[in-house]
């Protein structure tokens, strides 16, 4: 059984049951052509007037993620998104001199139907994917987890009263609406995703390993692309040079601590951008220093934003605390309940998540011994490096090996296009041509 949470730009709290997918497909192949004829600029307005009222609804903002989602969704984030992906805001709207070619004109036309699966660790992940796919006029089939669809569904339906002006005519956000369907359905349905399979002109896909190749593997059509975001890992660097009082003061180490912490806490550390492992380049007394630094910023985090782990989470940190106050060559410093743990070692290795605000800090004597721990499952690599030069190798050698996005502290969790190496919008368009000759 399908229940079906918006269709037509109807929320229904509840959920509508739905057998199959033929009625939510009619409506949205139908209601596709109300974004033919809306302008790049209406969109971008439209969008840009939801930031605003998700940022001014306090119970939404309440939601993890949703305060950094009412930022992304500012015209100018969203008109340099469409540049970064697409080139031009005018490739959205018709055909355009390509300036390559005379005569040669390019237009950037919508899929079709986008369906979406989308992993349950951060419940506004799928409003992420949906603003790329609108974006490039598509409409979209979303199937969330039943568990997030109450926040998920009152963020879009911020959508209702919406409207905007732009070049002398009204624009409604009930189109958006209209050409968004938020579904959930047990997972393990395969006559149900077999289903959503079958009428996808593109599919894309969020979540762990056995997720993503169940999805992946479902019947599609020959013509549908598929744009996958399965598992990743990601991890923070510090090196010699910014972590030293010779190139950092007290008061910048702190700053950086108190963004790295952010970065730890943020979507529960289930993102897969969080950090689970910080390296700091240098001698054991240097890490130390920087745990102390670290532990005081997650503190005062735990004061403002408390943080209580599950069951599962608990017990693995209690062992994991254990482990490390009996080893002789390894340190810990924690909070006096589970708010937060910080576990010290050495060496060049990564370390199974633990969640919780859990984070290990391991001493190196090279940042570049950490090359071989970088494969293609490494997605974000939290930096801070006092050579730019030295950074721009680093760089260079761990995106080489596989990982997607180097940043800066504090940025990890930033949502930003390319994702996982990929430009989310520009995989959603079909790229038309015309050729009026010289």
């Known amino acids: ?188 349905d395969e006559t149900l995703n077999r289903g959503m399979s079958g009428i996808a002109d593109a599919r894309v896909i969020w979540g762990g390993e056995s997720a993503v190749n169940a999805v992946s593997s479902l019947p599609k059509k020959t013509t549908c692309r598929d744009v996958v975001f399965g598992p990743k890992y990601s991890f923070a660097v510090m090196d010699s040079g910014f972590a030293s009082g010779a190139c950092a003061s007290p008061e910048m180490i702190g700053r950086c601590m108190s963004a790295l912490a952010m970065d730890i806490a943020q979507f529960g550390q289930n993102a897969c951008s969080s950090p689970h492992v910080l390296f700091v380049e240098g001698a054991a007394a240097r890490a130390e220093a920087v745990a102390e630094s670290l532990g005081r910023a997650l503190e005062k985090l735990a004061k403002r934003n408390p943080n209580v782990p599950g069951q599962a989470e608990a017990s693995g940190i209690i062992n994991e605390r254990a482990r490390y106050a009996l080893s002789l060559d390894r340190g810990l410093k924690a909070s006096r309940d589970l708010s937060w743990t910080i576990l010290l070692g050495s060496g060049p290795t990564l370390e199974e998540p633990l969640g919780g605000r859990c984070i290990y800090i391991k001493n190196i004597d090279d940042i570049f011994m950490l090359e071989d721990q970088v494969t293609k499952r490494v997605q974000t690599i939290g930096f801070e490096c006092a050579d730019r030069e030295k950074a721009a190798r680093f760089a260079d050698r761990a995106t080489r090996r596989g990982a997607d996005r180097i940043v800066r502290f504090g940025g990890m969790n930033a949502y930003e296009a390319p994702w996982d190496g990929t430009f989310l919008l ?13």
């Open 1 to 188: 059984m399908i229940k079906c949470y918006l269709l037509d730009g109807k929320p229904a709290s509840t959920g509508e049951n739905f057998d199959d997918f033929k009625t939510i497909e009619a409506v949205l192949r139908h209601n596709q052509s109300l974004l033919w004829e809306m302008p790049a600029e209406a969109l971008v307005l439209l969008l840009d007037a939801w930031g605003k009222a998700i940022a001014k609804a306090r119970d939404i903002l309440r939601t993890e993620g949703a305060a950094y989602l009412s930022f992304y969704l500012k015209r100018n984030n969203v008109e340099n998104l469409i540049r970064s992906s697409v080139g031009n805001l005018k490739y959205l709207d018709g055909f355009t001199a390509s300036g390559r070619h005379p005569g040669k004109y390019l237009k950037a036309q919508g899929r079709g139907i986008v369906c979406h699966w989308i992993a349950g660790n951060v419940k506004t992940l799928g409003i992420y994917s949906l603003i790329n796919s609108l974006l490039g006029r598509n409409a979209n089939l979303l199937r969330i987890p039943e568990e997030n669809a109450p926040e998920v569904l009152d963020i879009l339906s911020l959508l209702e009263g919406i409207s905007v002006e732009c070049e002398g005519r009204s624009y409604s956000a009930s189109e958006l609406m209209k050409n968004t369907a938020l579904v959930s359905f047990d997972s393990r």
């Open 426 to 438: 520009n995989e959603l368009v079909r790229w038309c041509s015309l050729d009026m000759g010289n």
